[in-house]
């Protein structure tokens, strides 16, 4: 079977996620990193070279038009390595993979989606001899292709789907600055709203800010990222915010782990 030629130069990980389905499916940027962490120091012995991460970017959106994607398509040669977790994290556009993989042929790119295929290679660089058993091994180059595209598409149709469900559902009204159902959040208070949904008018809470909670917050998300403890981080929280005083180390936990409005 055809494959990548032994020569590595550069390691690259490629990850994508979009709020949508992030809080749907808990596709986090972290899981992505990790999965393809672990693949590369398995195969390769060796860590990832560089990351290339669009936040918050859709998949319909064109590789060339995402700005880490495009930055990753500027600095990849012969040689190289890309490393996704699965094919719509790449894209949702057959049509988009269509054009994208006869590029990473000829730039001499071996591609894997180590979620989906393991350490079998997706794409791999084409070479000049298409002579001999070479005409065999290209139907596997084909094979690989229709593969992809099949992939590409189902995805493409799942996107649809996605976005049917939550275009007037919870996630977009979280993404709007809605409450979304419980308690409201520390940091917030809820103003009730009317707002136009179709030809009807419904009550909504819109969640605002309350700038001396939001102060607290980031004393916390602070002390957090230092390495303290909840009790530590409580104990900062009180001596150095008034009217917090005595801020038990319990709510504390129950910010840091909270779920805010369905969004990670």
Known sequence: MSGPIKQINNVYGYCRVSTVEQAQ???SLQTQQDLISSFIKEKYSREVDEW???DGVSGTVPILERNRCRDMTDVIDRHDVIVATRIDRLSRSAADMLKTIPFLEET?????LCEQFGDMPVVYPKTKDCGGLRSKFDMNEMVNKIMLLVLSAVAEIEHGSTVDKFKEGKIAWAERGYAIGGSVPFGYEGVEEK???GNRLKRRMKLVEVPEEQAVLKTIRACRKRGLGIKRIAKQVSSTHAGFEG???AKVRKI???KFQGLT
């Not at 001499?108 to 894997?112: P, Q, R, S």
Request: proline content about 0%.
């Open 256 to 258: 840091l782990e909270r």
């Open 108 to 112: 001499g790119i071996t591609l894997y």
């Open 247 to 249: 801020f038990h180390y």
């Open 195 to 197: 707002v136009k949904t």
């Open 25 to 27: 499916n808990g596709i």
């Open 52 to 54: 290339f991460i669009d």
